[in-house]
């Protein structure tokens, strides 16, 4: 049984940071690509990072680009999530997701369709 446990979620002020941690089990978790999303209230869930099996490559949308950074200990099958300068557009539901790729593709097109998620953890930044 495939599960993957964020943690790490809280309340922040602006500007400040959290670290998101993702435990996986039950896959091989070094092949697979890593991902995380959010979803604020009332929106649609949102892609926002992923890295590839070795962290020799990533992919982050512009809305995150420069404040965070994702990163993963496979030995650990843990992915993580560094979330700096936090606003309050960033709060949501956090996500952690992993697609299984047959071949090397994209970062972005590979976590179209992730096979697995975990149940999420909130991140609330006031201002």
């Known amino acids: 049984q495939v599960q993957l446990v964020e943690s790490g979620g809280g309340l922040v002020q602006a500007g400040g940071s959290l670290r998101l941690s993702c435990a996986a089990s039950g896959l091989t978790f070094s092949s697979y690509v890593m991902g995380w999303f959010r979803q604020a209230p009332g929106k649609e869930r949102e892609f926002i990072t992923a890295?590839?099996?070795?962290?020799?490559?990533?992919y982050y949308t512009d809305s995150v680009k420069g404040r965070f950074t994702i990163s993963r200990d496979n030995a650990k099958n843990t992915v993580f999530l560094q979330m700096n300068s936090l606003k309050p557009v960033d709060t949501a539901v956090y996500y952690c997701?992993?697609?299984?790729?047959?071949?090397?593709?994209?970062?972005?097109?590979?976590?179209?369709?992730?096979?697995?998620w975990g149940q999420g953890t909130q991140v609330t930044v006031s201002s």
């Open positions: 890295i590839n099996w070795n962290g020799g490559s990533t």
């Open positions: 997701a992993a697609a299984r790729v047959p071949a090397p593709i994209p970062l972005a097109q590979a976590m179209r369709a992730p096979r697995y």
